[in-house]
Structure formats: C-alpha cells, structure tokens
C-alpha cells in the first residue's frame, strides 16, 4: 500500500504491507532508529513519536494510520538544536543507559504541552507509560520540572 505522510518536516512515501507497524517503518524504511522497541506490547514507552502533535507507542499503531499525518521522532525534536526537554534530561542526568530515553524525552514533550507546568506527582502520572530500568525516575521527574521552566521562560 502507498503511504505519504510527513516525517520531521519532509514529505515522505513508501510502499508498504498493510500490516506494517509505524515503528518498523520508521526504523527500517525510514531509519530513524532513534525510535527503539523494547516489548511490542505498549508497555514501555520507548517507541513513543508525536503523530500530528499527539504522542502515539509506534510499535502497536500500522503505519497506514499514519497516512496524511506529520510524524516527529526524536530526531526531528532536535533538529535544529536541542528542544528543552532533551537539553534538560542531558543536565539533570535524566538517562543512564539511554534506551528508553528517546520515548522518555518525546512522552514528557507531549506532557508539558498539555500541562505546562506539572507537578512532579503530575509528572509521575504522565510519564507513567514509559519505563526505565536504569534511573529511578528522580532525575527524570526533576528534567522534565526544569524544561518546564525554561519553556515558562523561567531559569533553572
């Protein structure tokens, strides 16, 4: 099936069997291999992507629903520089092994647009689709409080 969709600001199009998984495409047709899959099953997080600004778990969502949509890895958060949330979590030593952090860092993007200002019981609540096996989630709770400072306009 033909599929057209925009990734990271470019028009993009493939040809692809219906049963394609939006991660697969994007890892594998696309490479944004940024995007990882850890459990197939939307248990982690760390497929998160924005399609159309919301967050989705790429590996559960068929690519051909993606058709007609604007699609943001998390290498298109950074393109041009560091968005606060990356810049935060690299500050507030917000990653250790670094796998789930690209799901982390796209979760908490959608989070603050939602919720400008959370609190970190908020945070918790919101981030809660996303495990990490390394952190203990405080430095990740505090990065996300000090993006949604610096997004206020606010310092750290």
């Known amino acids: ?8 600001g470019t028009p993009r199009s493939a040809d692809v069997p219906e049963r394609t998984l939006l991660a697969d495409l994007l890892r ?4 944004m291999t940024g ?27 068929l ?6 949509c604007t699609v943001t890895t998390i290498e298109g958060l950074g393109a041009n520089g560091l968005h606060p949330v990356q810049q935060a979590f690299s500050q507030c030593h917000g990653l250790q092994c670094g796998f789930c952090t690209p799901g ?6 959608d ?12 945070i918790a609540e919101g981030l809660s ?4 096996r390394c952190t203990g989630y405080v430095n990740i709770i ?6 949604s400072q610096v997004m206020q306009g606010e310092a750290p």
């Open 129 to 132: 689709g996303n495990l990490c």
């Open 28 to 31: 594998d047709t696309f490479g």
């Open 1 to 8: 099936m033909k599929l057209n969709l925009t990734l990271n």
């Open 63 to 68: 690519a051909m629903q993606a058709d007609g």
């Open 111 to 122: 989070l603050l647009r939602r919720n400008p200002t959370p609190t970190p019981d908020e």
């Open 142 to 147: 505090r990065a996300v409080q000090q993006a």
């Open 35 to 61: 995007t990882h899959v850890g459990c197939d099953t939307t248990q982690c997080g760390c497929c998160t992507v924005h399609v159309d600004g919301q967050a989705v778990k790429s590996c559960t969502m």
């Open 104 to 109: 982390m860092v796209m979760a908490s993007v």
